[in-house]
């Protein structure tokens, strides 16, 4: 990409620069250049995106819409995804280094998500109660909760915004969205669609910038509900404003998960189903399986196995389908994660593999970190218990299955976690023992639209995909309604 483009935000149904014209740049993690210039909103800007969600909610075709008529919107916001899909994936790519082959999967499976949060938008969402109160029939609806803040990251950008914005949509809601600083651009491009697909001015807003511009979000009182992916520090700070007037909120926030392999599991699917749940995506995923957990009798044979595999990732352009590990997304995390390895050396763990840039001079402008392995760590090291989101995984040696579990819950997160064995009852037993909001066995890092996703402790508050989402973005109300048709007056009964 050569000529940079700028690019608008959509308020109220219309493509403007920011009050002020500030811009800022994407720069691509891969060659280092900047691509595009993106506006700064202002506070006004925000206001006026708050303000245009909030009459779109209240007034208009949209605050009488029928269920039938958002999920017709939502299945052609899916079509219009899957035709451009390709553009989609690789304007990600550009921003934040993820592989293509892995991008391009993921942004036409969003179509799905689109279609399965239409049928939820159609499907019997109250109930009728079992009343035992004489002469009342009492039956729940869901209504929509009003303006939603919809503020994403830059790992997974346009996946982590529909599994907010579809059940916000379906059930009712107008959505102003603040992308990630890092990938502002994938977001606007969809937001054409948005418009292409129908949905009316104000029903979905986009304002773009850094930090700034979500707290002004987050703390403008026209924003009934905030729904954050992010840093665990990022989300106490939302949640902490967001009490301040009792705003809902969603948060899906960091980890450190677990990954255990037993000796009776299939070693070799093992090493293959670490090396997935730490490296892909660069190990930039709030599920990354970042501590790997080993049972002393295999720890040996499985380190070098893992140590072999991963010293022959291929690292390369991002967008060539044969590169195995892209870059680290900006240079804020690529610092974060070279400091991070540093941390783990001073620490003592033993460096196994990686711990530095690639020294192919062809990656010499990239934010390439080598994949990374530590052996011998123990689960009271910073690198065991903060989140890198880096490709950085750390070997901890584990006793028995007991031993597995202390170690696994000893965390102050909660996002998921991974079992690799061939006994049936040590997985059942395992999937109830671990403190985590997913829990993989013989497996890692699976979503789907239907499986509610989110995390126990530090690692949020909140379910995002299935039927467990449309209660994010619902208030329940209760009705009562009196079959019996005489009121007595309540102080003199017999009158
Ligand atoms: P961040 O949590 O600062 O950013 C996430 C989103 O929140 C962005 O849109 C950002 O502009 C916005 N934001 C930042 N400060 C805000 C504030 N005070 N109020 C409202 N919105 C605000 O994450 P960042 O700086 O991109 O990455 C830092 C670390 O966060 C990573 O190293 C990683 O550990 C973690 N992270 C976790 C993610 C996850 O999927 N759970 C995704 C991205 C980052
Ligand atoms: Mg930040």
Redesign the pocket.
């Known amino acids: 990409m050569t000529t940079t483009e700028t690019y608008e935000m959509l308020i109220d149904g219309k493509w403007r620069a920011a009050a002020d014209s500030a811009t800022f740049a994407s720069i691509n993690p891969f060659d280092g250049e900047s691509w595009a210039q993106i506006p700064t909103a202002t506070n006004s800007d925000v206001d006026d995106a708050v303000t245009a969600a909030r009459r779109a909610f209240e007034e208009g075709p949209w605050a009488t819409s029928t269920p039938l008529q958002r999920a017709t919107l939502l299945r052609r916001f899916g079509d219009l995804i899957k035709d451009n899909a390709d553009e989609l994936a690789r304007i990600q790519v550009l921003e934040n280094g993820k592989l293509i082959r892995e991008v391009a999967g993921q942004t036409i499976a969003l179509a799905n998500h689109c279609y399965f949060f239409a049928g939820v938008a159609e499907s019997p969402l109250g109930e009728t109660l079992a009343s035992s109160v004489p002469n009342m029939q009492v039956f729940t609806v869901r209504e929509p909760i009003g303006v939603v803040a919809a ?5 997974s950008p346009l996946a982590l915004l529909l599994w907010k914005l579809c059940p916000a949509l379906a059930a009712g809601n107008t959505v102003v969205i ?5 990938t502002p651009v994938s977001t606007l491009v969809l937001a054409r669609l948005i418009q292409e697909a129908g949905f009316p001015d104000g029903v979905v807003n986009v304002v773009t910038g ?2 700034p511009v ?2 002004a979000l ?1 703390e403008h009182h026209g924003v009934d509900k905030i729904a954050f ?3 665990t520090a ?1 989300g106490k ?2 949640a902490v404003t967001a009490a301040e007037r009792l705003a809902r909120v969603s948060l ?3 980890g450190k998960s677990p990954n255990i392999v037993f000796p009776d599991a299939d070693l070799a699917g093992a090493v293959n189903g670490v090396i997935a749940g730490i490296f892909a995506a660069t190990g930039q ?2 599920m990354a399986g970042s501590r790997v957990l080993v049972h002393e009798d295999v720890y040996d044979e499985f380190a070098k196995a893992l140590a072999t595999r991963t010293e022959n990732i291929r690292l390369g352009d991002p967008l060539d389908p044969d590169t195995e590990m892209g870059t680290v997304a900006c240079k804020s ?1 690529f610092d ?1 994660v070279l400091s991070y390895i540093e941390v783990a050396k001073s620490e003592g763990a033993q460096l196994l593999t990686g711990g530095s840039r690639p020294e192919d001079p062809g990656l010499a402008k990239g934010l390439f970190v080598r994949p990374t392995v530590f052996g011998n760590v123990t689960n009271d090291m910073r690198i065991a218990r903060e ?1 890198v ?1 880096g490709p950085v995984a750390v070997l901890i040696k584990f006793r028995d299955e007991d031993d597995a579990v202390r170690i696994a819950n000893d965390t102050v997160f909660g996002l998921a976690a991974g079992v690799w064995t061939r006994d049936v009852a040590r997985a059942h037993r395992m999937v109830r023992r671990l403190r985590a909001g997913s829990v993989w066995v013989n497996n890692y890092r699976k979503t789907n639209y239907v499986a509610p996703f989110g995390g126990f402790k530090e690692s949020g508050i909140g379910r995002e995909n299935g039927f467990h989402a449309i209660e994010e973005y619902t208030e329940v109300k209760t009705a009562w309604i009196d079959t019996g048709n005489t009121i007595t007056d309540p102080f003199n009964p017999r009158a």
């Open positions: 503020i994403t990251p830059w790992n603040k992308p990630s600083e890092v850094a930090g979500g707290a987050s992916t992010g840093s990022v700070k939302i899906e926030l960091g995923t709030c995390q974060k989140e989101f």
